[in-house]
C-alpha cells in the first residue's frame, strides 16, 4: 500500500517520537535498529523527512534526531505526504492516470470509500498517539 520509503518513514517518526518524548536524541543506527530497517536507507529516509520539517536534527556528538512536543502532533497524513505525495489519498486502484466520477475504472466506487477511510485513519492519528502503547509493548515497530 505504501512505498518502503514510506514504511521506514512511518516507522522512524514513530521510534524518534516514543524516544523523544524524554528529551533523547537518537543516532542513525539505533533507530535502523529499532525498525529493522537498512542504516543507509533509514538516514536519506530521515534526511528527507527532516527537510520536510517533520523531523529535528542536531549533528555532532550527542546529536541525533528528535521531535518537540508540537512535532509529536503531526499526523501519519502527514508523513504519507511526505514520502508518497497524495496518490494514496486520491489515486486510481488500477493505476489509471484517468479516473474520475465521469470515467470511472471498475473498482472506482468501491476504492473511493476505501481510500477515504484510510485518509481519515491516517488524518487522525497523531504521533503522540502511539507513545504510551509503545511503552507498553502493546504496539511494535519490527519484528523480533
Excluded: W
Aim: proline letters at 3%; glycine letters at 8%; a positive charge.
Amino acid at each position: 500500500m505504501f512505498s518502503k520509503s514510506c514504511e521506514y518513514a512511518l516507522r522512524a517518526m514513530l521510534f524518534v517520537g516514543h524516544r523523544s518524548r524524554c528529551g533523547n536524541k537518537t543516532g542513525i543506527r539505533d533507530i535502523a535498529d529499532g525498525i529493522n530497517s537498512p542504516e543507509h536507507f533509514t538516514a536519506k529516509i530521515l534526511q528527507e523527512l527532516s527537510r520536510k520539517k517533520l523531523v529535528r536534527s542536531v549533528k555532532g556528538p550527542g546529536g541525533g534526531f528528535y521531535l518537540e512536543a508540537q512535532d509529536m502532533e503531526c499526523t501519519l497524513a502527514d508523513i504519507v505526504r511526505a514520502m508518497d505525495g497524495d496518490k494514496i489519498f486520491s489515486g486510481c486502484a488500477l493505476g489509471l492516470s484517468e479516473c474520475s466520477e465521469e470515467k470511472p475504472c471498475p473498482l472506482h466506487r468501491r476504492f473511493k470509500k476505501i481510500r477515504k477511510e484510510i485518509q481519515d485513519m491516517l488524518q487522525s492519528a497523531k504521533l503522540a498517539d502511539f507513545n504510551e502503547r509503545l511503552e507498553k509493548k502493546l504496539i511494535f515497530l519490527k519484528r523480533v
